[in-house]
């Protein structure tokens, strides 16, 4: 149990395009959702905390204009990379919290994004 | 703020062997929760071992074991008969429910040698 999906696994797209990334719970209803980005050798930074029914938190530096999340149900939460450039090529990484579960967080497999 | 310090970028064992992995964390909060997650290639991050603050027992996950000392704000993951499937990223992270999300260190690349 408690397996989180992502899609696409990777993806790339010309600059200026808009990316969406889908994070699924597969099988548990997660109130909460988190989304990361990875750079190559470095840790996990937390870009946004996602809430079912309710806006994002976004970290301090993090611009919400640029990073759209949507997290309209409770096993899905979507990150939409708006008018995308090459510097917002990195690896994308959401966690699910289950709901009434205490504060254990599922990560899903990671998106590859590349803008050219 | 939390800070989790992770003071070995990289660390060396060999096959069979044991190996310790460096972990203290900056916090003034009295309940929280210590973690140590597990990045391969593949990227996936999975958890290896948790432990909760107002527990004095060390968590124990068959070859993974932590030494937490709440004192010295150190937290260490040990890992016992070393194997090559140990290979990966080693981050150590902190979760408060004041702040309701993990705080990541900067990670361990462990390499496993023959």
């Known amino acids: 149990g408690a397996v989180v999906s992502q899609h696409p696994s990777w993806v790339i797209c010309k600059s200026g395009t808009s990316v969406k990334i889908e994070c699924r719970s597969l099988d548990f209803q997660a109130t909460t959702m988190f989304w990361y980005r990875q750079f190559p050798k470095q840790s996990l930074m937390l870009m946004a905390t996602s809430n079912e029914g309710s806006k994002a938190t976004y970290e301090q530096g993090v611009e919400k204009d640029k990073f759209l999340i949507n997290h309209a149900s409770l096993t899905l939460s979507t990150l939409t990379v708006t008018s995308a450039h090459p510097e917002d090529s990195s690896f994308y990484i959401c966690?699910?919290?289950?709901?009434?579960?205490?504060?254990?967080?599922?990560f899903g497999p990671g998106t590859r994004l590349t803008v050219l | 703020a939390q800070t989790v310090t992770q003071s070995q970028p990289e660390m060396s064992v060999q096959e069979a062997e044991t190996v310790t992995l460096s972990c203290t964390y900056d916090t003034s909060e009295s309940d929280y929760y210590l973690f140590w997650y597990k990045q391969p290639p593949s990227r996936q991050m999975i958890l290896v071992i948790r432990q909760e603050a107002y527990k004095q027992q060390n968590a124990t996950e068959n070859r993974f074991s932590v030494n937490f000392q709440k004192a010295a704000k150190s937290f260490s993951l040990k890992i016992s008969d070393s194997q090559l499937g140990d290979a990966a990223m080693y981050f150590c992270a902190y979760y408060t429910g004041t702040a309701s999300k993990l705080t990541f260190g900067t990670g361990t690349r462990l390499q496993v040698t023959l």
């Open positions: 966690s699910a919290r289950r709901s009434g579960k205490g504060n254990e967080q599922f």
